[in-house]
């Protein structure tokens, strides 16, 4: 049963490998200096701006920000989830990757038997294609189709044989396991009669793998003119057709490197295209292109090409896939659709033009989602009349809400501005109040208060009048120009962070982390959090570090702190007196807190609730640790 993973497994598997041997094998990889570089995998760009450091076991790409140890990698490149990149890369080093059984997985149902039910069912299916003298009518067929024996392995392609329980009897050999068949939809038990029997018979069959490489469905296409042209296997517990698109897998294999990926309609066409070249395109499994299918596609790359018949039907798909897509266009996405002729589809028109043609028939006649939105929208409206125009703005309304706010969606309205002649920001106001739940009961909530700089308190003077000041100006700041770090510095918890990352021993010198929690720096808090963990698992690596936090805002900024090229070996005098400053912040910033609060409190107190002699007193006591502040601060400025 699939469990989790034990971090010790994964501390340990991260010290077994070399960074370098790992990206090298997927880029060439140039020694400059002490560390490697490389033109990014992740982006488009002439010079190389990715590094690899050996030392940190880490790359970074100062071009894109990239970054990550092998692990990252592995997943970014290869385009695989957590659990499959372990496996990856524990199989180079011959690891059996171990399984935790939590509480919570315990509860969850197994369901590797029937991962090996359909594995057994696609060997069986291979079998009757290459062996059973019944296939030679499938062999024509894809002969026909022009599918050579490579693409038939790649896409695992195998032939149902002509009968009722064919697979029944090789597979089906006990009531539990023909319940199993029938869970994954591979038996079909009649309600009334209860007679089982074979789904698939007389029938090309293309298995569906998931993510992982497991296959999970079956699609099975006739050889003759019975209904239906294409069957597919119903939902079961391993396999949601909603979310599964076929040949993603397949592409992602194919491709190191994907920068689009082909929507298609059917399973032959996904074949057609790998078999001439063309291996990054992808199709739903007899539903329309859903949400989920997008949000895993746009995951995997930036460009999605839809490609469908020119007919009413083909342009209803592509209108569903564009409803789909719009909550997911974010900004640097791309969503273009292909119509073809009337009569063809992928499979027939690439062996009547080609592969180069194809490319440029995708290139010079898809329409970018925006083109195609208004397209569709204008159709049948005088845009030169004014009801036109605001028909379209109505019309548009719904599409353009569903857009996520950023650029693409102001690109939009500015288009929609132009189309209609109104303005801009006015089209933007009257979308938003429309779209707008409209409800007499409803009521907009009040910020919650926050501490600010600009927070009003009370400040004594000689004369013990009030006068209010902003928490800058109580502290001395008020004259002090803001200036925004430059990207080349860092604070000094985040130096102390880098320091240890360059030695995780550093942490066992340690006695006291008590006096570095400095509440309001989250690089402090950090530092106090890795020293914590250091102190508990002293043999953990830096990237072991980094890794337990993947995928997290902290480990987002462990991976910035140990991009700055501060050398790759810790100052241990260095680190100590960072610590030693650290401390000495932490209690100033304390004592001001305490007086701050006391100020607060003092401010708050009515008269009535103290004698003058000591409210006399207190500001007198007040005063002198104000003072006392103030002359340290001078003291700080001489030095």
């Known amino acids: 049963m699939a469990g989790r993973i ?129 296939s030679a009518k499938a062999d024509s067929y894809l002969e026909r189709r022009g599918l ?64 992982r490489g497991r296959y999970i469905a079956f699609g099975g296409r006739v050889l003759g003119n019975e209904k239906p042209k294409y069957l597919n296997s119903p939902e079961s517990p391993i396999f949601q057709k909603g979310k599964e698109l076929y040949g993603l897998y397949e592409a992602r294999q194919a491709n190191r490197s994907l920068s689009n990926i082909l929507v298609v309609e059917g399973y032959m066409d996904v074949v057609a295209l790998a078999q001439q070249g063309i291996s990054n395109s992808v199709a739903t499994l007899g539903t329309a292109t859903t949400p989920e299918h997008m949000q895993r596609l746009f995951k995997v790359v930036p460009e999605v090409i839809f490609c469908f018949d020119g007919d009413d039907a083909g342009r209803r798909a592509a209108w569903r896939a564009l409803e789909s897509t719009l909550p997911q266009m974010e900004d640097g996405r791309q969503a273009r659709f292909l119509f073809l002729p009337q009569g063809e ?4 028109i690439i062996r009547q033009e080609g592969p180069e043609n194809f490319q440029n028939r995708i290139r010079s006649q898809a329409l970018s989602l925006d083109t195609f939105l208004f397209k569709e929208l204008e159709e049948g409206l005088n845009l030169n ?44 106001s009257h979308l938003s109040e429309n779209s707008r739940p409209q409800s007499p009961q409803e009521e907009i ?19 013990q009048q009030n006068r209010y000041l902003t928490r800058d100006q109580y502290f001395g700041h008020a004259n002090r120009p803001r200036q925004e770090k430059p990207a080349s510095k860092i604070s000094s918890p985040g130096y102390a962070i880098r320091q240890l990352l360059c030695n995780t021993q550093l942490a066992e010198s340690i006695d006291n982390v008590d006096n570095l929690k400095e509440h309001h720096s989250p690089d402090s808090l950090l530092l106090v959090k890795l020293i914590n963990t250091l102190k ?104």
């Open 6 to 134: 034990p971090q010790h497994f994964i501390d340990d598997l991260l010290a077994r490998l070399d960074i370098v041997d790992i990206i090298d094998s997927r880029i060439k990889l140039k020694k400059t200096g002490r560390n490697y570089s490389a033109c990014c995998p992740f982006h488009k760009e002439k010079t190389p701006s990715f590094t690899v450091s050996p030392d940190k076991q880490f790359y970074y790409c100062f071009g894109c920000g990239a970054s990550g140890n092998a692990l990252g990698f592995v997943m970014e490149y290869d385009h695989l989830d957590f659990p499959a990149a372990v496996d990856d890369l524990a199989g180079q080093l011959g690891l059996e990757v171990p399984r935790e059984q939590s509480r919570s997985q315990s509860t969850q149902p197994d369901y590797s038997n029937l991962y090996q039910l359909t594995e057994q069912a696609v060997s069986f299916f291979q079998d009757q294609l290459r062996h059973h003298g019944q």
């Open 345 to 348: 589809d992928p499979d027939s």
């Open 148 to 211: 050579n024996s490579q693409c038939i392995e790649q896409f695992k392609i195998g032939f149902a044989p002509p009968g009722w329980d064919n697979l029944q009897k090789h597979l089906g050999s006990t009531p539990e396991r023909e319940k199993q068949l029938i869970q994954v939809g591979l038996l079909v038990e009649n309600e009334d009669t209860r007679r089982i029997y074979d789904r698939f018979r007389d029938r090309i069959i293309f298995p569906i793998r998931d993510s």
């Open 536 to 639: 508990q698992t002293p043999s953990l690596s830096a990237i072991a570090l980094i890794a337990r936090e993947y995928n997290t805002e902290t480990g987002k900024r462990l991976q910035e702190l140990a991009t700055f090229d501060l050398g790759s070996k810790a100052n241990e005098k260095e680190f100590h007196e960072t610590l030693a400053h650290i401390k000495t912040q932490t209690h100033k910033n304390q004592h001001k807190d305490q007086l701050f609060s006391f100020q607060s409190q003092l401010s708050n107190t009515k008269p009535s609730q103290m004698s003058a002699e000591q409210r006399k007193e207190l500001l007198e006591w007040f005063a002198k640790k104000q003072k006392l502040l103030g002359k340290n601060k001078e003291n700080r400025e001489k030095k």
């Open 385 to 428: 009349t004014m009801d036109g125009a605001a028909r379209l703005a109505k019309l548009a309304q719904p599409y353009i809400n569903q857009l996520p706010e950023g650029i693409f969606k102001q690109l939009i309205l500015k288009k929609l501005s132009g189309l209609t002649g109104l303005e801009t920001d006015k089209l933007s």
């Open 445 to 463: 909530a009040a910020p919650s208060p926050q501490f600010t700089s600009e927070t009003r308190t009370y400040s004594p003077g000689p004369d």
